[in-house]
């Protein structure tokens, strides 16, 4: 299994070098890293687009991705446009999280309707999907509850966030993934905010790992325990 990093901070931490914390957790050995997209919530967090490209740039060779981009929050074609913009950056290293998105207050800052958004997604991605062709990167859906066999039988792979489930919550859904014939799962948004959580992170990366999910992602949050150590969790 794979570990990768949150470049994200989702507490209420000052303004952050984006470029800088990326060139840390590759310099710590952290095999991806990745940015979700939240908007008037959890403080200041950059756009993953902007945050992205930068980081692309400060470490060459590393897996970049989304985790996750609300698709209901954009106009498919502006938004491939942005895709786009990004592959000229990173190339090939780029995955694609994506999902209807999990919070009210995003899409009421955006004046979007939130009761529509599984529909809305599904005719997004639709047109995604086209607008992008045969250049489009990995798409990986984020979900919970049925849409956990939408991502096995429709998607590249599935995001499992790991910030308000537990590993007993996240285990039985990757069970369901795998039984409906899914491919690449990621556990991912696994929060870190003392050094307190080195030891539980330890015994939840065994158990993903026994579980046979391709890569854990952590979140590491300013107080949260040492690059080097959260690293050597998982050899």
Not at 109 to 130: G, Q
Not at 181 to 206: E, F, K, M, T
Request: a negative charge; charged letters at 20%; proline letters at 7%.
């Amino acid at each position: 299994m794979k570990l990768g990093a949150y470049l994200a901070h989702l507490g209420s931490a000052p303004p952050y070098d984006v470029a800088s914390w990326a060139r840390c957790l590759v310099d710590a050995g952290f095999e991806s890293l990745w940015m979700p997209q939240i908007i008037g919530r959890s403080g200041f967090v950059p756009d993953p687009f902007v945050a992205l490209a930068a980081a692309a740039v400060a470490a060459p060779g590393v897996e970049i991705g989304t985790a996750t981009i609300q698709v209901p929050l954009h106009h498919p074609a502006d938004l491939a446009h942005r895709i786009r913009s990004l592959q000229l950056v990173c190339g090939d290293r780029l995955t694609l999280g994506v999902s209807p998105g999990s919070t009210e207050t995003d899409y009421a800052l955006l004046d979007r309707d939130f009761r529509s958004r599984f529909r809305t997604f599904d005719e997004n991605v639709a047109r995604l999907r086209d607008l992008l062709g045969n250049d489009a990167s990995p798409l990986l859906l984020g979900s919970w509850g049925a849409n956990v066999e939408k991502a096995a039988r429709h998607f590249d792979g599935w995001l499992a966030s790991a910030h308000r489930r537990t590993p007993d919550q996240i285990l039985e859904a990757h069970s369901r993934y795998r039984a409906a014939g899914g491919g690449r799962a990621i556990v991912c948004a696994i929060p870190l905010s003392s050094p307190a959580d080195l030891g539980p992170l330890g015994d939840q990366l065994h158990r993903y790992a026994e579980a046979a999910f391709d890569d854990a992602v952590v979140l590491i949050e300013p107080g949260g325990p040492d690059l080097e150590k959260v690293r050597a969790l998982l050899p």
